[in-house]
């Protein structure tokens, strides 16, 4: 992952054009190469890894939403999590059959109700913006924490929506032009590696995470990014350069929050059931916004690639241990004192933040800018690693 | 730049030879030479069932009991010759409590077993609910609540928690401690389990026209004065619990502080004999427990043997998971027995065994179990006890097994 990151063309540095289209053709092989392992690798590993890298690509696409959010447009967020619950909502309730008698849904294509589930996300975050247009800093992280118990509430109290806690609701299959992601439908098989459901929901998830990769690098290098980047440094001077700086604030809100509604249906599917927290930690708790929170410090703030590896070890370590330890049997004490694969990867994660923090502010973004062989940049905070 | 030129050729080597290492899925299931018919988690020596437990999460101490019960069954079963002559192996994995880590280790243990002898928290089986009703894995939910029958595959061993709040309430009217048209208070965690009690006392407040003043709370909540103090204002005769055993302490110290005094009824998890041990030790004599398995220390023949097995065992502290992992155990080891003489070992055959299963004994751990009928409760007999300090275990038993009468009546929101 390390050495396949993607820079945007430098202004013109005085370089031979030669050089400069072999620079550019060995990354777009590079690319390839990535693309290519990602697109094998259901041919290869078990259900559960498939199911464990599916998870990391959620917190992925949510990570690089608020990696967008907090180091892009500095907003600090702490309502990443109740993003995610609007767009599982959204998408249960738009997909859901109409006759059901229990629970209120709309029948929609599950397709159409992907779309639709990450729009109601971003109108939400949209309609947030008179409150994080006025706050900065922890005072808009306190304001954001809100909404987290705000969704405990309304999941709990919108049976209708949700399914309530103490049953929930099934959510629709994924289909997309009837094409099923389950075990039903046609019988694919590739080199001999029967596509079922676990290498299905593997492809979408790939292509949702690349798209959402795709158009968060395109923002980070346009006039959209510039003008987040600016409002973050200086509201004054952006004001001064013709940003309209509440228009800035209430987009990076409402684009982040559309990345989580995206997680968030994908959250459903990856559990097959929408079922409300109990209490404020949970599926859609204040423990996931601080893990996004995680990923995104971890990553190096801003960064797009860096959230994505930020996904990686957070969500990642402690599914990839638990897998293990129940192979080779590594952490299986049990009782109080016991090292658990949860345990380990938090004290993982929690170091990485620290030493992140301590010795590199830029996060695994910049330590990766640094080991890659660089001509001169301009503005690094624009680029990936 | 050179140094990329290895990754992609090995990527391009890596596909262009896909030697895929995964098997497509066969599922063969022959007969052996007796003519039984066996499909996954079944060999000609052996028989796997799956465990995914707590080890190390918020119910640890209860899951420990509950996989030390199933050991103890299989250790047992085993000595006894198992069933079609082969023996109970178990598969433990342990998801700490957590919906997601659960979710990525079924499909790992999925292909090794025949079904589940256990699935503990309710979180964990509401997120793999659909997985057991695709690959038809009988699974044994360490969860009592009646909105799980919707699935043929999940086989609840015991009463629900509904029914346990019901023939509660009629014990409580039985014993002259409330009345027809009497104000009650009820206070749920809003959850699968308290939401499925609130159920129970919605019901027979409706028959006896009692007024339900319904509290809810969320898991977190450790601090019920105030909530028992809008009870007293409410007039209520009796309160209701469906809560954490942390949140009973609360709100049995309260009902005392406050001079409000009145009857407390709650279900099986309200209860923890550490409770006796707490500030709250001196208010508990207002609690009144009903369930449907029995603590640890029963005064039941069954439940001394396997006492007494689990001591000589293992060292840790028993609690009433035991004695239930090791019912069950048994209704497990009855549903084998009946799928050996239909000669059908495969998930299909268990499932089929589980529906022609009508009583199953577990030496009164658990009443006698009917499977037969689809989305209702196997029993609806519980147990009543009230804490008591000298008893080993910290509960006395005031009622042996029994069914209230208005439990008879009761339709479970999946009963056809």
């Known amino acids: 992952m390390s050495d396949t990151a993607v820079k945007s063309p430098a202004p013109a540095p005085p370089a031979p054009p030669a050089k400069r289209d072999r620079t550019r053709l060995i990354k777009a092989l590079l690319w390839i190469a990535l693309l290519v392992v990602l697109l094998a690798i259901p041919l290869y590993l078990d259900a559960a890894w498939l199911k464990a890298g599916q998870y990391m690509m959620i917190g992925g696409v949510g990570a690089i939403g608020l990696t967008l959010l907090v180091g892009q447009a500095g907003q600090l967020s702490l309502a990443h999590a109740f993003f995610l619950l609007a767009g599982a909502t959204g998408y249960t309730v738009l997909s859901g059959p109409a006759e059901d008698e229990r629970v209120f849904g709309l029948g929609l294509d599950p397709g159409l109700s992907l779309v639709g589930a990450v729009a109601i996300a971003a109108l939400l975050g949209l309609a947030f913006a008179p409150v994080s247009g006025r706050l900065r800093g922890i005072y808009l992280g306190v304001a954001s924490l809100s909404l987290v118990f705000l969704g405990l509430y309304l999941g709990q109290s919108a049976e209708t929506l949700t399914g309530g806690t103490s049953t929930g609701r099934t959510p629709q299959p994924f289909s997309l032009f009837g ?51 600016a409002v973050r440094d200086n509201e004054a001077a952006a004001s001064v350069m013709g940003v309209n700086v509440t228009r800035a604030k209430a987009g990076a809100f409402a684009v982040s929050s559309a990345y989580a509604g995206l997680a968030g249906a994908m959250t459903v599917l990856w559990f097959d059931i929408l079922k409300p927290d109990e209490s404020e930690f949970g599926t859609y708790g204040i423990n996931i916004s601080i ?18 590896v930020g996904a990686l070890i957070v969500n990642g370590l402690p599914q990839v241990l638990s897998l293990y330890s129940a192979d080779l049997g590594w952490f299986s004490g049990t009782g109080d004192g016991a090292l658990t694969p949860i345990l380990v990867s938090s004290f993982v994660y929690g170091a990485a933040i620290i030493l992140v923090v301590l010795f590199e502010p830029g996060g695994l973004a910049a330590i ?3 080991i890659t062989p660089s001509k001169k940049r301009h503005l690094p905070e624009e680029q990936g690693k | 730049m050179k140094r990329m030129y290895p990754a992609v050729a090995l990527a391009a080597v890596l596909v262009l030879s896909a030697c895929s290492t995964k098997a497509g899925d066969s599922g063969s299931s022959g007969a052996d030479g007796s003519g039984v018919k066996a499909g996954k988690g079944v060999t000609a020596s052996e028989i796997t069932l799956g465990v995914m437990t707590d080890k ?32 109970v192996k178990l598969e433990t994995v342990d998801h700490g409590y957590k919906a997601d880590t659960a979710k990525t280790l079924y499909p790992q243990i999925e292909p090794k077993v025949l079904g589940f002898v256990q699935l503990l928290g309710s979180p964990v089986v509401a997120a793999l609910k659909q997985n057991i009703a695709s690959d038809k894995t009988v699974a044994a939910p360490a969860s009592w609540s009646s909105e799980l029958l919707d699935n043929p595959y999940v086989m609840i061993v015991g009463t629900t928690y509904d029914l346990e709040i019901i023939d509660g309430l009629s014990y409580f009217q039985e014993q002259g401690l409330v009345k027809d048209g009497d104000t009650i208070g009820h206070v749920y965690i809003d959850g699968e389990y308290g939401k499925n009690g609130l159920r129970g006392s919605q019901f027979y407040a409706k028959k006896h026209n009692l007024t339900v003043k319904e509290v809810k709370i969320t898991s977190t909540d450790n601090d019920l004065t105030n909530i028992v103090t809008g009870l007293k204002g409410d007039g209520v005769k009796a309160i209701v619990l469906t809560t954490t055993p942390a949140q009973t302490g609360s709100a049995l110290a309260a009902n005392k502080a406050l001079g409000l005094n009145v009857p407390v009824l709650g279900n099986n998890p309200v209860f923890d004999p550490v409770l006796l041990k707490s500030p709250a030790a001196n208010a508990l004599d207002k609690l009144t427990i009903v369930a449907s398995s029995v603590p640890f220390s029963a005064d039941l023949p069954k439940a001394k043997d396997v006492a007494a097995k689990y001591k000589a065992a293992y060292k840790e502290t028993p609690n009433g998971g035991i004695p239930y992992g090791y019912a069950v155990g048994e209704v497990w080891g009855a549903v084998l027995k009946k ?27 658990v009443a006698a179990l009917d499977f037969s009928k689809a989305g209702t ?35 479970a929101p999946h009963q056809k």
Do not use: H
């Open chain 2, 56 to 87: 190390t999460g918020v119910f640890k101490n209860l899951g420990l009991g509950i996989t030390q019960g199933n050991e103890l069954w299989a250790k047992d079963f085993n000595a006894a010759g198992g069933a079609c002559g082969r023996q």
């Open chain 1, 368 to 370: 990766g800018r640094r």
């Open chain 2, 377 to 411: 409760p196997a029993t609806r007999q519980v147990y009543a006890a009230t804490p008591d300090a000298s008893a080993e275990g910290g509960v006395r038993y005031v009622k042996p097994l029994f069914e209230a009468p208005e439990a008879k009546e009761y339709v």
């Open chain 1, 179 to 229: 094409f099923p992601f389950t075990n039903d439908g046609p019988e694919i098989a590739l080199m001999g590696v029967p596509i079922r459901q676990a290498e299905r929901t593997w492809y979408l998830f790939l292509l949702l995470t690349v798209l959402a990769y795709v158009i968060a690098r395109a923002a980070v290098s346009s006039r959209i990014g510039r003008s987040w980047r």
């Open chain 2, 339 to 365: 799928a050996c003489e239909n000669k059908d070992l495969t998930r299909d055959g268990i499932a089929a065994a589980l529906k022609q299963t009508t009583s199953a004994s577990t030496e009164d751990l």
């Open chain 1, 291 to 308: 893990a996004f929170l995680a990923m995104v410090i971890i990553g190096g703030l801003g960064s797009v690639p860096g959230a994505l």
